[in-house]
C-alpha cells in the first residue's frame, strides 16, 4: 500500500454513494457548495440496488406509520415530475384473498385518505381486468397510487446533475479514517481501490451517509449509532407477469409485493435481523426462496411457471431510538443526527434510517444541516428541478434517434432518457447489439464506459442492463469485456479477471434457485465461459 | 415404425452410434429434438485433461488406472483400461474413414487455443484450428491477426496478449467488404454463422483473398476467427493456396461454425449409411414389456410408435433435457430412469461458480455396460450414452467429449455382438 498524501479541500465530503449519497451531493452542488462524494464500491451497490424498486404510495405504511405514509406520498409526486425516466406511473392494487380479514380494507383505505393518499376501492372484477395476473379469487381490491422506479437510474442521474453543478464523485474510494482536530472533524483518509493508495481529502462538514455501513463508519470516531442491520431477500422473474404493482391488503408480512420493472417483476420481501459481521456477504436461503414463491404464487398464480432469474438480498439500515437499546422501537423513519449536539463532535453528520422513497427528502434535510454549519442561507431547488434523462418528453427524444431501429430506441429511452441522444452516432457498428435480451447496444456501452463512471464490468451492468436479461450474461459479458478492452478503458488481463468477478456476481444470485430452465442456463454458462473459453478463477491472477 | 435401434439424441454420441450401428447393416433411426452441444464447441475433443483429484493429465492412457480407482462409476471406469484404450485408437479411425480430418492422438494431449488466446490441453482437434503440440509455444512466430470489423465474438486484443506472453507477435487487421456491409444494418446479425454464409461464397472469398494478401505482407501466416467452412470444406486449402501462407482458424464464441459444419458432416454420414434422421421431434413416453423397452412415442408422431430392438438414450444432461431438475430432485424425463444426485438441493452448487459444481455429475445410473435402470432393475435394451451418464465431471475433468465418444462406440459393439 502506498502512502501518497494527496489532500484536497471541498466543502462537505459526503461518505456513500447510494441514492441518499447522490442526492446530497447533487442538493449540495446545487447549492453552489463545494462537494465530493466518496464511495467504497461503485454507486448503488447497497440497499439502494437491493430493493423492489417500488415507488410506494406510501400505503403500505398508512396504517403503522402516518409520518412515513405522508412522506411517501409527497416524494412520490415530486419523483414522477423531476425523475420521470426512471418511474413507470404503473399504479398499484392491494389485494385481499380469501384468507385475508376484508376488515382491514376498510381501516386501510381510512388511513391512506388520512395520509393525503388516493385509495379507491373497486370491485375485484375490475381489478382482474385491470391486473389479469393477478389471483381470479380475490375477494376485495384497493387502486393506490404505487409505480415501479429504478434506482439505479436515479442515483446515476444524481450523480450525473451533481457533477454537472461541480461535484467530485470518486467511486472505490474507501474511508479508512476520520481526521479529527480535538472535538471537530476536518477531513477524510480514504483507500483508492483503483490504484491502492491512500489519499486524504479536507472538509469542514463530513456526512456519512453509508446506510447500514455507516454504522462502521461512525465507529471510525467512537460515535455508537444504535443499527439493526435487516435483510430483505426478493426474487427476479424472467417476465413481466403483473404491469400494476400488486400488494397484499394485510398487515405487512413477508413476500407481499410484486413490482414489474422494465422486462421483470420482482417478488419481495423477507425480513430478518442479521449480524453486522454479514452485511458484506449476504445469501439468499432456500427456506427465503420457498416463503417468497410460497407468497408470490398467492397473489399472481402465474409466478409457479415463471422461470426465476435471480435471488438477491439487500440490508435495511434500521435504527433504534437513543432512549431504546434494546432496539425493540424501530422505526423506517428519517434519522438525521448532528454529532456535535449528540455527541459533541462538530462537522459530523449521520444521516440514516428511510427508504428509497423519501431519499431527496433526507438529502434536502441534510443539506439544510450542512448549510447551517456553513453559514449559507441558499435554498433546495431539487424538488423542481428535473433529473438529467427527464428533461424531454419520450416523443422529443424518439424524434432525435428516429433512424435507430425501433426496439433499441425504446430500450435506451427507457433506460436513459432524453441522454438517449448522446451516444446515438447511429452508425450500423455503434446499433450493433452487445447484449440481446436487454438490447444493449455498442453504442450504449461507449457512452456508459465514456461518461458515467464505469470501472468494471458489474459497473456497466448497473448502467445499461447488461448481463441482466433472461441469459444473465451468457455472451454479452464476454462481448462487453473485449469492447472495454479494445477501448483501452482496461488492459485484457484486467478485463478477463473482470469476466471471472463478472460471472462469480451473477452465480451468486442463480444458485439459490439454480433448477429447471435456469440451471439449463447455469449449464450452458459453465460449458462456454469454463468449457471453451478456459476460464478458470485463477484467471484474476 | 420399425427399427433395429432406435436412438433419441442427435448430438456427438447419437450420431457416433448411429454411424457405427448403420455402417455394419443395422436400420436406426435418430430422433433429434434440435441443436446439440456441437453447435457450441471449440472444434477439440477432449479425452482426459485432469483427474477427478484434479492431477493433471499429459498421457490419457498413463492415467486411467488411477482415474478407476478414484472414481469407480466414471464411464471410462466402466470401459476399464483395456477397452479404454482400444477404443481412443478406434475412435481415430472412425473419424479418419468418415474422412473428418483432425490433429492429435490418444498418446499425448495436444493444446487447443481458446477463444480467449489461451491453451487448453484436449485430444482431437478439427483441421485448420491452431493447435500447440507442448503447450508452451504456438508454430508461428508473426501471424496477422485479421477479425471482421464489427464481429464481437472474436477478440483479437485477448488474443495478441496472450500469444506475446508465448513469444509469438501479432498484428491486428480487419476484414470489411460490400457484403457484410448488408449483414451490419441489422444489429443482431454480425454473428459467426451469418458472417460464414457469406465466407461459403466464391466472390466474397476471392475478396478476401485480396485484403489478407494486401494486409499480410509483414506476417508469416493469417489467423482468421472460424467464420469459414459452414457449408464447404475448401475455403482455407483455397485461402493457403492463393496466398501462399499457413492460415489458422481459432474458435469464436457460439455458434461454432466448425461445430455446426462437423454436426452436419456427421448427419450425413449417417444418412448416407441408410441411418433416418428425424430432426424437431422430441420422444415423449415409452412401453416396457418386462425387463424390455418395447416401443416409444414422439410427439410429431402422435401415437404411431417406434418399434425396436435395441434403445439408446443421447439426450444430453440439463440444457438439452436428458436430465430435469426440480426444487426436490433431479429426474429422466423419458423412462424416468434411476438418477445419481443428492437429495439436498444446497448440495448441488459451490458459492464459486469455478469450482466443481455437484450437479454436474449426476447422471442416469448404469451397468457397467451402459444399461439403464428403474428402481433398481436393469432395462435389457436401453443404453445411455455421453453427457446424461453418471459418475463424471466433463468440465473439471476435461471430458465430455471421450465420454460421448467411446460410450456411444462401446454401446454400438455391445448391440452388435447380441
Known amino acids: 500500500m502506498k502512502q501518497n498524501e494527496i489532500t484536497q479541500s471541498f466543502d462537505v465530503i459526503i461518505i456513500g454513494g447510494g441514492a441518499t449519497g447522490a442526492g446530497i451531493a447533487r442538493d449540495c452542488s446545487r447549492r453552489g457548495i463545494k462537494t465530493l462524494l466518496l464511495e467504497r464500491l461503485d454507486i448503488s451497490t447497497g440497499a439502494t440496488g437491493r430493493n423492489h424498486g417500488l415507488l410506494h404510495s406510501g400505503a403500505r405504511y398508512a396504517v403503522t406509520d402516518k409520518e412515513s405514509a405522508e412522506e411517501c406520498i409527497k416524494e412520490n409526486m415530486i419523483l414522477r415530475k423531476i425523475a420521470s425516466h426512471c418511474v413507470e406511473e404503473t399504479d398499484g392494487l392491494f389485494l385481499s384473498l380469501p384468507e385475508d380479514d376484508l376488515s382491514y380494507q376498510s381501516k386501510f383505505v381510512e388511513a391512506c385518505n388520512q395520509a393525503g393518499i388516493r385509495a379507491e376501492i373497486i370491485d375485484p372484477k375490475e381489478a382482474l381486468r385491470l391486473e389479469p395476473s393477478a389471483n381470479r379469487n380475490i375477494i376485495g381490491a384497493v387502486r393506490v397510487p404505487d409505480g415501479a422506479v429504478d434506482p439505479f437510474r436515479l442515483t446515476a442521474s444524481n450523480v450525473m446533475d451533481a457533477k454537472l453543478h461541480g461535484a467530485t464523485i470518486l467511486t472505490y474510494q474507501e474511508v479508512i479514517k476520520i481526521i479529527r482536530e480535538q472535538n471537530r472533524v476536518i477531513g477524510v483518509k480514504v483507500l483508492d481501490h483503483k490504484t491502492n493508495e491512500i489519499k486524504s481529502y479536507y472538509a469542514p462538514v463530513v456526512v456519512n451517509a453509508g446506510g447500514i455501513w455507516g454504522h462502521n463508519i461512525a465507529k471510525l470516531v467512537d460515535i455508537n449509532i444504535n443499527m439493526l442491520p435487516s435483510k430483505g431477500a426478493l426474487l427476479i422473474f424472467g417476465h413481466r407477469v403483473n404491469n400494476i404493482v400488486l400488494n397484499r391488503c394485510r398487515k405487512p408480512a413477508d413476500a407481499d409485493i410484486l413490482v414489474p420493472g422494465d422486462t ?57 431510538s437513543d432512549n431504546d437499546p434494546s432496539g425493540r422501537s424501530v422505526s423506517r423513519g428519517i434519522v438525521l443526527l448532528d454529532h456535535a449536539t449528540r455527541d459533541g463532535l462538530e462537522g459530523f453528520i449521520t ?16 443539506t439544510d444541516l450542512i448549510c447551517k454549519k456553513l453559514n449559507l442561507s441558499a435554498i433546495c431547488t431539487t424538488a423542481t428541478e428535473k433529473l438529467p434523462g427527464s428533461r424531454e418528453s419520450i416523443e422529443e427524444i424518439s424524434k432525435k434517434i428516429i433512424s435507430v431501429p425501433l426496439t433499441q430506441r425504446n430500450s435506451t429511452i427507457y433506460r436513459h432518457g432524453d441522454m438517449a441522444d448522446r451516444f446515438s452516432e447511429n452508425t450500423p457498428l455503434d446499433n450493433s447489439l452487445i447484449c440481446e435480451c436487454e438490447e444493449v447496444s455498442v453504442g450504449e456501452a461507449k457512452y456508459a464506459l465514456n461518461e458515467l463512471d464505469v470501472n468494471n464490468l458489474i459497473d456497466l451492468r448497473r448502467r445499461t442492463r447488461i448481463g441482466m436479461g433472461t441469459c444473465q450474461g451468457e455472451l454479452c459479458a464476454c462481448r462487453a469485456a473485449g469492447l472495454m478492452s479494445d477501448m483501452k478503458k482496461i488492459c485484457t488481463n484486467r478485463a478477463k479477471a473482470d469476466l471471472t468477478s463478472f460471472l462469480n456476481e451473477r452465480w451468486k444470485g442463480m444458485f439459490p434457485i439454480a433448477w429447471g430452465d435456469t440451471l439449463r442456463e447455469c449449464e450452458y454458462t459453465a460449458w462456454i465461459y469454463e468449457g471453451v473459453c478456459g476460464l478458470t478463477s485463477s484467471s484474476k491472477k | 415404425m420399425k427399427f433395429d435401434t432406435i436412438i433419441i439424441g442427435g448430438g456427438l454420441s447419437g450420431l457416433i452410434s448411429g454411424i457405427y450401428l448403420s455402417q455394419r447393416g443395422l436400420q436406426c433411426v435418430i430422433i433429434s429434438s434440435g441443436q446439440s452441444a456441437l453447435h457450441f464447441s471449440s472444434g477439440s475433443f477432449d479425452l482426459l485433461n485432469n483427474l477427478p483429484d484434479g492431477t493433471n493429465v499429459q498421457k490419457p492412457l498413463d492415467a486411467i488406472s488411477e482415474l478407476i480407482k478414484q472414481a469407480p462409476t466414471h464411464p471410462y471406469a466402466k470401459l476399464g483400461e483395456n477397452k479404454f484404450k482400444a477404443l481412443t485408437q478406434q475412435a481415430e479411425d472412425f473419424f479418419k474413414n468418415i474422412k473428418i480430418s483432425i490433429q492429435g492422438n490418444h498418446e499425448e494431449n495436444h493444446y487447443r487455443v481458446t477463444p480467449m488466446g489461451t491453451l487448453k490441453p484436449t485430444w482431437l482437434t478439427l483441421k485448420n484450428l491452431l493447435i500447440s503440440e507442448n503447450g508452451k509455444c ?26 506475446l506472453k508465448m513469444g509469438t507477435k501479432c498484428s491486428i487487421h480487419s476484414i470489411n467488404l460490400p457484403a457484410l456491409e448488408n449483414l451490419r444494418k441489422n444489429p443482431t446479425e454480425m454473428r459467426s454463422v451469418n ?71 456427421l448427419r450425413s454420414v449417417f444418412q448416407q449409411n441408410g441411418g433416418v434422421y428425424m430432426l424437431g421431434d422430441t420422444v415423449l413416453r415409452a412401453e416396457m414389456k418386462g425387463n424390455r423397452i418395447s416401443q416409444i412415442y414422439s410427439f410429431n408422431h402422435g401415437n404411431i410408435p417406434f418399434v425396436g430392438q435395441n434403445f439408446i438414450l443421447a439426450t444430453g444432461s440439463y440444457f438439452s433435457q436428458g436430465l430435469i431438475a426440480n426444487t426436490e430432485r433431479v429426474y429422466e424425463p423419458i423412462f424416468d430412469l434411476d438418477v445419481t444426485f443428492t437429495p439436498n438441493r444446497t448440495q448441488w452448487y459451490n458459492s464459486d461458480v469455478f469450482e466443481s459444481q455437484p450437479y454436474q455429475s449426476f447422471g442416469v445410473k448404469t451397468d457397467n455396460t451402459f444399461r439403464c435402470m428403474r428402481e433398481g432393475k436393469i432395462f435389457e435394451n436401453l443404453y445411455a450414452t455421453g453427457a446424461i451418464l453418471e459418475g463424471f465431471n466433463p468440465l473439471k475433468e476435461g471430458c465430455g467429449a471421450g465420454v460421448s465418444i467411446l460410450s456411444a462406440m462401446y454401446i454400438a459393439e455391445q448391440i452388435l455382438s447380441k
Open chain 1, 264 to 320: 421483470i417483476c420482482l417478488i419481495g420481501t423477507t425480513s430478518s435481523k442479521v449480524p453486522f459481521e454479514e452485511i458484506d456477504h449476504m445469501r439468499v436461503t432456500p427456506e427465503e426462496v420457498d416463503v417468497l414463491l410460497r407468497e408470490g404464487e398467492k397473489m399472481a398464480p402465474i409466478l409457479a411457471q415463471t422461470r426465476i432469474l435471480r435471488a438477491y438480498a439487500g440490508v435495511r439500515p434500521l435504527v433504534a
Open chain 2, 195 to 265: 458472417i460464414a454464409r457469406i465466407f461459403d461464397k466464391q466472390e466474397n472469398i476471392k475478396e478476401l483473398v485480396q485484403i489478407l494478401k494486401a494486409e499480410s505482407k509483414d506476417c508469416d501466416s493469417i489467423i482468421l476467427p472460424a467464420i469459414t467452412g459452414l457449408n464447404r470444406e475448401d475455403v482455407v486449402d483455397y485461402l493457403r493456396k492463393e496466398i501462399n501462407k499457413p492460415i489458422y482458424l481459432l474458435p469464436t464464441l457460439p455458434p461454432s461454425v466448425p461445430g455446426i459444419h462437423t454436426q452436419q458432416k
Open chain 1, 351 to 366: 444521516i440514516t434510517g428511510g427508504k428509497l422513497m423519501t431519499y431527496r427528502l433526507m438529502a434536502e434535510w441534510t
Open chain 2, 138 to 163: 504456438l508454430p508461428i512466430q508473426h501471424p496477422g491477426i485479421f477479425n471482421v470489423t464489427g464481429f464481437l465474438d472474436f477478440y483479437s486484443q485477448f488474443i495478441t496478449d496472450e500469444f
